[in-house]
Nanobody, 115 residues
Framework: QVQLVESGGGLVQPGGSLRLSCASS????????MAWYRQAPGKQRELVAG???????NYADSVKDRFTITRDYAKNTVYLQMNSLKPEDTGVYYC?????????WGQGTQVTVSS
């Protein structure tokens, strides 16, 4: 099994920055893709950014000019650097790890951007 723990969420003003961390443990050798999702109250969970085992990132159009996803293999951690934050970025951010035929989710960390 794979365990994921998110951290780094909090309250930030519009235009500010925040960095989220996702620490993984367990059978992480089988993971080929990791991603960040977010979910606002009453809304569907949506993909924010992903990164392959080779380090190739992808982003939702709404964040691609502002967010950066990176991976630190030595620390078994994936980061999401969020800049120029907007109120619509508010939500619970979840880390997801994908291996063949199975996905793992973290508990989530709250990000609030004041209006």
């Amino acid at each position: 099994q794979v365990q994921l723990v998110e951290s780094g969420g909090g309250l930030v003003q519009p235009g500010g920055s925040l960095r989220l961390s996702c620490a993984s443990s367990g059978s992480i050798f089988s993971i080929y893709y990791m991603a960040w999702y977010r979910q606002a109250p009453g809304k569907q969970r949506e993909l924010v950014a992903g990164i392959s085992s080779l380090g190739t990132p992808n982003y939702a159009d709404s964040v691609k000019d502002r967010f950066t996803i990176t991976r630190d293999y030595a620390k078994n951690t994936v980061y999401l650097q969020m800049n120029s934050l907007k109120p619509e970025d508010t939500g619970v951010y979840y880390c997801k790890a994908a291996s063949t035929n199975v996905g793992y989710w973290g508990q989530g960390t709250q990000v609030t951007v004041s209006s």
